[in-house]
């Protein structure tokens, strides 16, 4: 019997006893097996809520298990103590190293010793496994909704990321663009500068007098230049 109250499975409505269970714990039993009200239980939120509240909502600290106990629709029968604390007697020191059976009988006598029947202690084990996996799933709605909202944010902003990428991305290759243009028309204009050089060096090489010891025609420009320099220096003086 007792082994029943240590492996009970979530959503076992009604703990046997021989077989049935008393008609006042089956009645506790079916109104417990009843939807929990809106208040007591957080509502999963539609998918278009602004996401700021519902952020505000998952970073609110997760209840206590006490809390959650109190807070259940459900409460168990009165009586001197409940299942919790047959689990502070399995653990306590003075079953240590007692066989399970010892055990077993030891905690039996004291459930006895205490007047307490072992369906109200399986129906608050019921009640609170129910309240515990409840706000479990409450919660895992609530973690679902903010996963969502997250990631709808995300994309915007990954969409926006990526527009503004764009828009600066062309920016920067409409200035490469326009260096490349300028450096381009630069380079032309260099070889233009190079042909003009030619012109004038060539006309100025036509100009230039005939030499005084060879007779022949200079074809030196810097000759022609350096000439020029000394011609308008005594000039000037």
């Given at each position: 019997?007792?082994k029943?109250?240590?492996?009970?499975?979530?959503?076992?409505?009604?703990?046997?006893?021989?077989?049935?269970?008393?008609?006042?714990?089956?009645?506790?039993?079916?109104?417990?097996?009843?939807?929990?009200?809106?208040?007591?239980e957080?509502?999963?939120?539609?998918a278009?809520?602004?996401?700021?509240?519902?952020?505000?909502?998952?970073?609110?600290?997760?209840?206590?298990?006490?809390?959650?106990?109190?807070?259940?629709?459900?409460?168990?029968?009165?009586?001197?103590?409940?299942?919790?604390?047959?689990?502070?007697?399995?653990?306590?020191?003075?079953?240590?190293?007692?066989?399970?059976?010892?055990?077993?009988?030891?905690?039996?006598?004291?459930?006895?010793?205490a007047?307490?029947?072992?369906?109200?202690?399986?129906?608050?084990?019921?009640?609170?496994?129910?309240?515990?996996?409840?706000?479990?799933?409450?919660?895992?709605?609530?973690?679902?909704d903010?996963?969502?909202?997250?990631?709808r944010?995300?994309?915007?902003?990954?969409?926006?990321?990526?527009?503004?990428?764009?828009?600066?991305?062309?920016?920067?290759?409409?200035?490469?663009?326009?260096?490349?243009?300028?450096?381009?028309?630069f380079?032309a204009w260099?070889?233009?500068?190079?042909?003009e050089?030619?012109?004038?060096?060539?006309?100025?090489?036509?100009?230039?007098?005939?030499?005084?010891?060879?007779?022949?025609?200079?074809?030196?420009?810097?000759?022609?230049?350096?000439?020029?320099?000394?011609?308008?220096?005594?000039?000037?003086?």
């Amino acid at each position: 019997m007792f082994k029943k109250i240590l492996h009970l499975n979530y959503g076992t409505e009604t703990p046997p006893k021989n077989g049935q269970l008393p008609a006042d714990a089956a009645a506790q039993s079916a109104t417990n097996a009843a939807p929990r009200p809106a208040e007591n239980e957080p509502a999963h939120q539609p998918a278009s809520e602004n996401l700021s509240a519902i952020r505000a909502r998952s970073a609110n600290p997760l209840r206590s298990f006490d809390d959650i106990y109190k807070a259940a629709p459900g409460q168990p029968p009165r009586m001197p103590y409940g299942i919790l604390k047959i689990s502070e007697m399995l653990n306590s020191g003075h079953l240590t190293g007692m066989s399970h059976e010892s055990k077993r009988c030891s905690v039996m006598m004291a459930i006895e010793a205490a007047s307490i029947q072992v369906e109200d202690l399986l129906q608050d084990a019921m009640l609170r496994q129910r309240a515990l996996n409840e706000y479990e799933q409450a919660e895992e709605l609530r973690l679902k909704d903010f996963e969502n909202a997250t990631d709808r944010e995300n994309n915007l902003l990954q969409a926006e990321l990526e527009r503004l990428t764009s828009q600066y991305m062309a920016r920067i290759q409409a200035n490469i663009d326009e260096v490349a243009a300028s450096q381009d028309r630069f380079r032309a204009w260099q070889k233009r500068k190079q042909q003009e050089l030619q012109h004038i060096s060539t006309a100025a090489a036509i100009c230039v007098p005939k030499s005084a010891e060879g007779g022949a025609t200079g074809t030196s420009y810097g000759a022609v230049l350096a000439r020029c320099g000394v011609e308008q220096t005594a000039g000037a003086r």
